[in-house]
């Protein structure tokens, strides 16, 4: 049995879907599907049983689960960047993890957990994930909490034993329930179908130009095939950057969109918010060397590549949903 927490979730649920791909529909779904849309993301998908992520915790710390378990693929987190209840995020963010990688040890199984790009904090001391975990600055509570459990597997022994994934900004399918938090490519789409242009940040560095910031934008495809790759090559252990390895501008972003949606770009610039000043990533680039000397080798997606099929194959269709 493959248990998936998170499962409705963006990331989860499309890993749902590449287990199915492959014949595989032993999946235990653990979520908290509340009053949200991510229900939609489960509909196509196959799957044993789902379940609360509470009553999820109480049996994995009570011993109530029984049978053979493969692997847990841990994604499911409170995600949100502007979360400011710091002992919600301690108990839901990392206490949680901590609890299923002790489990997943004792069982046997494979653990895959999902950290995050914003461990890196302002990212003045690079990306690097073989860099030393105690240099890390976290700008968020969000980033704290991910980051604490990375130093916790460091500390125990255990990280050598894990996958500990640190995504950049990923984007595809199956993100339609995140509101405010869906990729900019889901909401360039939406924008440009509305009004035929798209508006990006002004820049406030004298580095780079308007709509010139870069961000490093992964496929959703492309990230789960990297944990089916780790799913299947256990002894690849440790910290693992995952994002395409070529950082690339916003404008490049927003003009894929525009050629995937068979319209000519039309980008306007728009003043920095206040409460990003001084606190706005203007770079970041994954660094995929550790992912690729440990033995993977597929070829990333290009942008362009990954928001044309995003946006012709999904968005432009009835059926946003991986099947």
């Known amino acids: 049995m493959y248990i ?48 609360h992520r509470t009553e999820f915790l109480e049996k994995v710390r009570g011993d109530g689960l029984k ?73 968020n509570m969000y980033g704290y909490s991910k980051h604490l459990f990375d130093l916790w597997a460091q500390r125990k022994g255990f990280l050598p034993h894990l996958a500990s994934l640190k995504f950049f900004n990923v984007y595809g399918p199956n993100e339609q329930h995140k509101g405010d938090m869906r990729s900019v490519v889901n909401k360039s789409f939406h924008t440009i179908a509305a009004t035929g242009k798209v508006s990006l940040f002004r820049s406030c560095h004298p580095d780079f130009a308007d709509g010139c910031q870069m961000r490093d934008f992964v496929y959703i495809k ?39 949606m068979g319209k000519p770009a039309n980008i306007d610039f728009i003043p920095m918010p206040e409460h990003l000043l001084g606190k706005y990533q203007n770079f970041t680039e994954a660094p995929m060397h550790t992912l690729r000397a440990a033995g993977y080798t597929a070829p990333m997606t290009s942008l362009e590549d990954g928001v044309r099929d995003y946006v012709t194959n999904y968005l432009a269709t009835a059926c946003p949903h991986l099947e």
């Open 4 to 51: 998936i927490t998170g499962g409705a979730g963006f990331i989860g649920s499309a890993m749902v879907w590449k287990l199915n791909t492959l014949g595989i529909d032993d999946i235990l779904v653990v979520d908290n599907l509340a009053c949200t849309e991510k229900w939609k993301n489960l509909v196509p998908l196959r799957y044993n049983a789902y379940m």
């Open 222 to 260: 492309d990230c789960v095939d990297i944990m089916w790759w780790l799913l299947q090559n256990p002894a690849a252990g440790g910290v693992f950057n995952v994002g395409t390895g070529t950082a690339r501008t916003w404008v490049d972003l927003a003009t894929a969109v525009f050629s995937a």
């Open 67 to 139: 049978g053979a378990i493969t692997a847990i693929i841990h994604m499911g987190a409170c995600s949100a960047t502007t979360e400011r209840d710091a002992d919600f995020l301690m108990q839901n963010n990392l206490e949680y993890a901590k609890s299923l990688c002790h489990f997943a040890f004792e069982r046997g199984a494979r653990f895959i957990n999902a950290s995050s790009a914003s461990t890196y904090g302002d990212g003045s001391l690079g990306f690097s994930d073989t860099a030393n975990l105690h240099t890390l600055r976290p700008l």
